[in-house]
């Protein structure tokens, strides 16, 4: 095989959709694999519907999820007088004859078709103009497009993922290929850029496999060997739809202020229409790219499952050192008013600590800020339900003799925590439950967390007690007012 060259072509119409992401992950695991390119081509040749800075926003998600690109970025609108150089070309093969027909006729007769409920397809009106009435019609000036006329038979190409694929050109209308104002359709522009581009393989969506027939008629009519073609499932929400650019999950933009780990994101979205054939799911990016097969593509469209996502984001959150991690919270942290730069940065072990001991509850990087605050910061409001449940005279006793017993443990360790605990329960004749809710609720405002000798003994004793004993008061000032 020649080197592979595959690319990624998004129109900057919108952010990167959840769909452009996955074809990207396929052509860059695909080019990896097989030591190819990976070409970024922005399609850009629609004026009304590209916007800049949509470029800016695509190239920023691509670098986020890592998928560096090997050339380009190369955009279709400076590249007129390419679009040219073939359309010349393809007159010159007799293939191509200009169509007069204005847009009004064309939709009229899209209309009477509608109305006698029969497929629309181009007549050919301009097809049947005599040489004369062609010249006549030039010399005035009158706009035309130029349209690819389909030949009779069937056209067909292997589909990498699908097998054989046939298609009747009966069936196919005769294509405009370039409008009246000189601009190259998509389907023109797409087969001159990937034949200057050396593209050897088109992975892309099955939605395009419609195009394809189109784009190998254009490749013949132009003497040009087509590339090979993969078509991927679609990816559908849970509704089975396809997920649409207003969906809360179409962009992969969003996916990184929500506390996604990039890896996980592509980890994820590479299972979508694809496995490696053996029992792995969640996979490191050389993993990824050593597996990556397109024979192990599936046929049927993948659905999005946003609770499955978050299990992997889950698992490659557990991968992670807490240093890294640690680096990743900090500044989340500082901007939440939680801590400042100087304190993470002199108790960074610390920190460090505390993600250990969180990660395995989080499922996103944000969740580590609100599970985080308590050990840096004093409740300022406890649980509701926790309070009605937990909170009344006899726990403000109860939280104040445990502090005291607290404050006489020669060492504050998990060990000699769970054992005053338990002896003061078994004292006052309680359960220990009775003294391990309220203390968690006392200490953290909340009722859930991580296991609670651990999360005492690195708060540690002082800031544990103050805290308890602050609860205890707040318990008697409640009671007293009401």
Same mark, same amino acid.
Request: charged share 30%; with cysteine; hydrophobic share 40%.
């Given at each position: 095989? *020649?080197? !592979?060259?595959?690319?990624?072509?998004?129109?900057? *119409?919108?952010?990167?959709?959840?769909? =452009?992401?996955?074809?990207?992950?396929?052509?860059?695991?695909?080019?990896?694999?097989?030591?190819?390119?990976?070409?970024?081509?922005?399609? #850009? =040749?629609?004026?009304?519907?590209? #916007?800049?800075?949509?470029?800016?926003?695509? =190239?920023?998600?691509?670098?986020?999820?890592?998928?560096?690109?090997?050339?380009?970025?190369?955009?279709?609108?400076?590249?007129?007088?390419?679009?040219?150089?073939?359309?010349?070309?393809?007159? $010159? *093969?007799?293939?191509?004859?200009?169509?007069? +027909?204005?847009?009004?006729?064309?939709?009229?007769?899209?209309?009477?078709? $509608?109305?006698?409920?029969?497929?629309?397809?181009?007549?050919?009106?301009?097809?049947?103009? /005599?040489?004369?009435?062609?010249?006549?019609?030039?010399?005035?000036?009158?706009?035309?497009?130029?349209?690819?006329?389909?030949? %009779?038979?069937?056209?067909?190409?292997?589909?990498? !993922?699908?097998?054989?694929?046939?298609?009747?050109?009966? %069936?196919?209308?005769?294509?405009?290929? +370039?409008?009246?104002?000189?601009?190259?359709?998509?389907?023109?522009?797409?087969?001159?850029?990937?034949?200057?581009?050396?593209?050897?393989? !088109?992975?892309?969506?099955?939605?395009?496999?419609?195009?394809?027939?189109?784009?190998?008629?254009?490749?013949?009519?132009?003497?040009?060997?087509?590339?090979?073609?993969?078509?991927?499932?679609?990816?559908?929400?849970?509704?089975?739809?396809?997920? *649409?650019?207003?969906?809360?999950?179409?962009?992969?933009? %969003?996916?990184?202020?929500?506390?996604?780990?990039?890896?996980?994101?592509?980890?994820?979205?590479?299972?979508?229409?694809?496995?490696?054939?053996?029992?792995?799911?969640?996979?490191?990016?050389?993993?990824?790219?050593?597996?990556?097969?397109?024979?192990?593509?599936?046929? /049927?469209?993948?659905?999005?499952?946003?609770?499955?996502?978050?299990?992997?984001?889950?698992?490659?959150?557990?991968?992670?050192?807490?240093?890294?991690?640690?680096?990743?919270?900090?500044?989340?942290?500082?901007?939440?008013?939680?801590?400042?730069?100087?304190?993470?940065?002199?108790?960074?072990?610390?920190?460090?600590?505390?993600?250990?001991?969180?990660?395995?509850?989080?499922?996103?990087?944000?969740?580590?800020?609100?599970?985080?605050? +308590?050990?840096?910061?004093?409740?300022?409001?406890? %649980?509701?339900?926790?309070?009605?449940?937990?909170?009344?005279?006899?726990?403000?006793?109860?939280?104040?003799?445990?502090?005291?017993?607290?404050?006489?443990?020669?060492?504050?360790?998990?060990?000699? !925590?769970?054992?005053?605990?338990?002896?003061?329960?078994?004292?006052?004749?309680?359960?220990?439950?009775?003294?391990?809710?309220?203390?968690?609720?006392?200490?953290?405002?909340?009722?859930?967390?991580?296991?609670?000798?651990?999360?005492?003994?690195?708060?540690?004793? $002082?800031? =544990?007690?103050?805290?308890?004993?602050?609860?205890?008061?707040?318990?008697?000032?409640?009671?007293?007012?009401?």
């Amino acid at each position: 095989m *020649s080197e !592979v060259r595959v690319r990624i072509a998004p129109s900057p *119409s919108g952010f990167l959709h959840v769909g =452009t992401a996955r074809t990207a992950i396929f052509n860059w695991l695909f080019a990896r694999h097989n030591g190819g390119k990976f070409i970024l081509r922005i399609e #850009d =040749t629609d004026e009304e519907r590209s #916007d800049s800075a949509m470029v800016e926003a695509i =190239t920023d998600s691509l670098k986020w999820l890592g998928l560096n690109w090997d050339e380009g970025p190369i955009f279709q609108s400076q590249r007129w007088d390419r679009y040219t150089h073939y359309l010349d070309r393809i007159k $010159q *093969s007799g293939r191509v004859y200009p169509c007069f +027909c204005t847009p009004a006729e064309l939709q009229a007769k899209r209309e009477e078709a $509608q109305k006698n409920k029969t497929d629309y397809r181009y007549d050919r009106t301009c097809l049947r103009l /005599s040489p004369d009435e062609i010249k006549k019609k030039l010399d005035a000036g009158i706009p035309h497009a130029w349209r690819l006329q389909i030949p %009779d038979g069937e056209t067909r190409f292997t589909d990498l !993922v699908y097998g054989e694929m046939v298609k009747q050109n009966k %069936d196919l209308e005769d294509l405009i290929i +370039c409008r009246s104002d000189g601009r190259p359709i998509y389907n023109f522009a797409v087969v001159v850029d990937d034949h200057e581009m050396g593209i050897t393989h !088109v992975i892309r969506g099955n939605d395009h496999q419609t195009n394809t027939f189109k784009q190998v008629l254009i490749y013949d009519a132009l003497g040009f060997p087509a590339p090979e073609m993969a078509h991927l499932p679609l990816i559908f929400d849970q509704r089975k739809k396809k997920i *649409s650019k207003r969906d809360k999950a179409a962009n992969a933009s %969003d996916y990184a202020k929500e506390g996604y780990l990039p890896e996980a994101v592509v980890n994820y979205l590479a299972m979508l229409g694809w496995s490696p054939k053996d029992d792995r799911e969640i996979m490191t990016l050389p993993e990824l790219i050593e597996a990556f097969d397109l024979r192990g593509a599936n046929k /049927s469209n993948a659905i999005f499952d946003p609770v499955k996502m978050r299990h992997f984001n889950a698992e490659h959150i557990r991968r992670k050192t807490n240093h890294d991690l640690a680096v990743m919270v900090a500044p989340l942290l500082i901007a939440a008013d939680i801590s400042t730069k100087y304190g993470l940065e002199t108790r960074w072990r610390y920190l460090m600590d505390v993600i250990g001991l969180l990660k395995d509850r989080c499922g996103l990087i944000n969740e580590f800020v609100e599970q985080a605050a +308590c050990f840096f910061q004093p409740p300022t409001a406890y %649980d509701a339900e926790g309070k009605q449940k937990h909170f009344n005279v006899e726990t403000a006793d109860r939280l104040d003799k445990l502090a005291d017993v607290f404050d006489g443990l020669a060492d504050f360790t998990h060990d000699a !925590v769970e054992a005053a605990l338990n002896n003061l329960a078994e004292t006052l004749g309680v359960k220990a439950a009775q003294l391990i809710h309220p203390v968690r609720l006392a200490v953290t405002g909340r009722t859930k967390g991580p296991g609670l000798y651990e999360l005492l003994v690195l708060i540690g004793r $002082q800031e =544990t007690t103050a805290r308890m004993r602050a609860a205890a008061r707040y318990i008697r000032d409640t009671q007293a007012k009401g």
